[in-house]
């Protein structure tokens, strides 16, 4: 398997302290690497190093196979990016930024251009300048000029903000596209997991700087397993009635009042009984099946999932 990054214990210090610490993660040609983490995570760092917007202060960082130097720039040609909030031009049309654009990369191609805003649904607002974009059209305009030059590989910082749920399901539709028909290989970053469950071919769990968990989410789907969640106010004496009286050891009490059972050799039905014949109050009790979120933060609680 071919992969497009790689990266050896990758470190950034911000006046003496670690923004990301030892990071180590491979991303595979033609994929899409969904890179998940709450704001602050580090992820927008490892993205700069990548891109060479921020040089490393330890670790190396392979692309295309090639070791990357200080004065290795070549690869620049060959991605496309939005980091952070990207800027434009904004007296100029979208179209005369692209082309800007496509200038200063020495991309003659200019076909591409119409193409782009058509990906993006931006192909109907040729005299209109930037400045009287909306945030939205922006980001669709950001992530058009990271497109238009066909790049190997695309490295997307939080691509749907600003986006309505519209705008959101037409970006996960295109980045599909571009992964599965155009053959890019796609690194993204978002906090939001619902998105990166729904397109990401391998997850990156970041937390505080560091690379807590790298898998396939084929293998996060697989080991999704069902568990019954029960909701009472009164969860230590609920998990001791489950335990002394089914022997139950897979359980786990959760804030907010909430205990999964993970055991579902037993009914639903039964454990319900059991806890109202012990004066246990339940305000709800319903079988459920795990999900990215149940993995996402049993990882950054320092755990690993209960199955």
């Known amino acids: 398997m071919v992969h497009i990054v790689k990266t050896n214990q990758l470190t950034r210090t911000y006046g003496g302290k670690e923004a990301v610490s030892n990071v180590s993660m491979s991303v595979k040609q033609g994929e899409i690497y969904g890179m998940l983490g709450p704001n602050g995570a580090g992820k927008t760092t490892v993205m700069k190093m990548i891109t060479n917007l921020v040089k490393p202060t330890a670790g190396e960082i392979e692309l295309f196979g090639e070791r990357i130097t200080d004065s290795s720039y070549r690869h620049l040609g060959r991605m496309g990016m939005i980091i952070e909030t990207p800027i434009f ?6 179209h005369e930024n692209l082309e800007l654009h496509c200038d200063y990369m020495g991309y003659h191609n200019k076909n591409s251009i119409k193409e ?23 980001q669709r305009l950001g992530i058009a000029r990271a497109i238009t030059t066909k790049p190997e590989l695309l490295i997307l910082d939080e691509p749907t903000n600003g986006l309505d749920p519209v705008g959101i399901k037409e970006m996960r539709e295109l980045f599909s596209v571009l992964s599965k028909q155009f053959g890019m290989t796609i690194l993204v970053s978002s906090h939001i997991l619902g998105e990166i469950e729904l397109i990401a071919d391998t997850i990156a769990v970041m937390n505080g700087g560091k690379l807590l968990q790298e898998v396939p989410m084929e293998h996060i789907t697989r080991q999704n397993t069902e568990y019954i969640e ?7 004496k609920a998990a001791y009635v489950l335990e002394k009286q089914f022997q139950l050891t897979n359980i786990r009490v959760f804030d907010g009042g909430q205990i999964r059972v993970y055991d579902c050799r037993v009914a639903q039905n039964d454990l319900m009984k059991a806890l109202v014949l012990h004066d246990v109050a339940i305000e709800s009790i319903y079988k459920k099946t795990g999900s990215l979120e149940d993995y996402f933060l049993s990882i950054i609680n320092g755990g690993d999932v209960v199955v």
Not at 89 to 94: L, S
Not at 117 to 138: H, T
Not at 230 to 236: L, N, S, V
């Open 89 to 94: 031009y904004d007296k100029m049309t979208a």
């Open 230 to 236: 029960i909701t009472t106010r009164e969860c230590g």
């Open 116 to 138: 782009a805003l058509e990906l993006v649904n931006l192909n109907a607002i040729d005299k209109k300048p930037v400045k009287e974009f909306s945030l939205g059209m922006k």
